[in-house]
């Protein structure tokens, strides 16, 4: 007669609640971390916190667009160095304002930048 062992181990794909998920997600996407780190104490990769990202996102029907706020009254011209477009971010308040006689290339590369 012959015998088989059974080797039992965790199971190759986890399943994660919807409470898990919104804590890893919170904790990835929270001011200041990196979600290479959250990923490594979660033990899961750092696709799948991307991928859960979209599937909220995809699922709330946010786009990846951020508001556009328009001011009611134009704003008065200062001079040839009058902002022309200004950034603010709200995570920590920086500005960035660029000139209406800014390049094409410049206006990119600022906008860049802020990704």
């Known amino acids: 007669m012959a015998f088989a062992?059974?080797?039992a181990g965790p199971e190759r794909r986890r399943r994660w609640p919807a409470a898990e998920r919104v804590r890893i997600l919170s904790a990835a996407f929270a001011p200041g971390a990196v979600v290479t780190q959250v990923a490594r104490e979660n033990e899961i990769s750092t696709g799948?916190?991307?991928?859960?990202?979209e599937q909220v996102r995809r699922r709330e029907g946010v786009t990846g667009f951020a508001p556009v706020v328009?001011?009611?009254?134009?704003a008065s011209r200062g001079?040839?160095?009058a902002a022309a477009i200004t950034v603010e971010l709200a995570v920590?308040?920086?500005?960035v304002s660029i000139a209406a006689h800014a390049t094409p290339a410049l206006v990119a590369a600022a906008l860049g930048a802020l990704r």
């Open 70 to 74: 328009t001011a009611s009254e134009p």
């Open 5 to 7: 062992t059974l080797i």
């Open 79 to 81: 001079g040839a160095d």
């Open 92 to 95: 920590d308040g920086a500005r």
């Open 48 to 53: 799948l916190i991307y991928k859960w990202r």
